[in-house]
């Protein structure tokens, strides 16, 4: 099964082949990705790098957190999975026939 770690703290120079390439050390990197802004095409400060054997990626997050990579402290940690919602609540509106407006008193 494959680990995706979270990569935190990048600077704006850093580019997916870098990021690879600081990760490759530690086993085979399947993906490496900076976060970029859509707009400016700017990046984001963090990205991800996904390895294919969990032992693996679980080295490279503890050997890299609290590291310098391209001159910044870099923060590593596996990435949380954010499918399965979580806040906002009911985002469907009111019920059909509108709210009660009965006083609560």
Known sequence: M???LFVGGL???TSD???RSSFESFGR???AHVITDRETGRSRG???VTFDVDE???AAVSALDGTVLDGRTIRVNEAEDRRGGGGGGDRRGPPRGGFDRTPRW
């Open 29 to 31: 990197v399947s993906d």
């Open 2 to 4: 494959a680990k995706k």
């Open 46 to 48: 963090f990205g991800f």
């Open 56 to 58: 693996e990626g679980a």
């Open 17 to 19: 082949e870098s990021l």
């Open 11 to 13: 600077s704006w120079n």
